[in-house]
């Protein structure tokens, strides 16, 4: 067992780590959790003398095969919980994060298992995040962003990279949504803002907007 401060830093950890397995910076830990630093080296202090993280001052922090299998259990139960909360429930995609995080805190691997049958198992949760499977496995996607694209290149929105409420509503607004096909007609050279094709519709968005969307290439 363990306090859910712990269980946050340790997926906190994981979130930074990502696909590349970069080690964690104090201050990226601080800044995730919107703590303080020193607040963060006294856990990491406490985390590494339980084993579950390998922790050098000035050097940064990364998750032992302990601590990853702990983390990768919360991200599941998050996603799963969000899965649930937006088709079952019927939350809103922006609603759905902060409930998630409490629920996520539930020891119980039966129940996990449950829910993940009773979802069918899904791969992706509503943010486009990949959910790790029983045995702690994640399947990234390949992280290419609609920023990173051309005029005439069309993709597949798989997922975002900023989960605030604030963005969530603005893409919600406008359509932006994972399983949606865009094309990219025009991008100005003066800020970076694209116009993309929405089925028969076009739509203008920013070069911050585009930074925060992945997207999956397909062929003409």
Sequence with gaps: ????????????????????????????????LKTKASSVTDMLQKLSDKGLIKYQKYKGVSLTAK?????????????????????????????????????????????????????????????????????????????ILLSDLEPGDVCEIVGVKEHSPDFLQYLEGVKLLPGMMIKVLTRYH?????????NKNELMVSERVSKNIFVNPVQN
């Design 190 to 198: 003066y800020d970076s803002s694209i116009i993309l094709q929405i």
């Design 67 to 143: 601590g990853e299998k702990i983390a990768t259990g919360v991200v599941r139960k998050h996603r799963l919980w969000e899965v649930f909360l937006l088709e079952k429930l019927n939350f809103k995609w922006d609603e759905i994060h902060d409930i998630a995080e409490q629920l996520e805190h539930v020891n119980s691997a039966r129940l996990t298992d449950k829910l993940d049958e009773f979802l069918g198992f899904p791969t992706h949760d509503p943010h486009g995040d990949p959910i790790p499977d029983k045995d702690g496995k994640i399947r990234y996607h390949k992280g």
């Design 1 to 32: 067992m363990y306090s859910e401060s712990e269980e946050n830093y340790l997926k906190a950890i994981f979130t930074i780590a990502g696909k590349d397995g970069r080690r964690a910076s104090t201050n990226d830990v601080a800044d995730l």
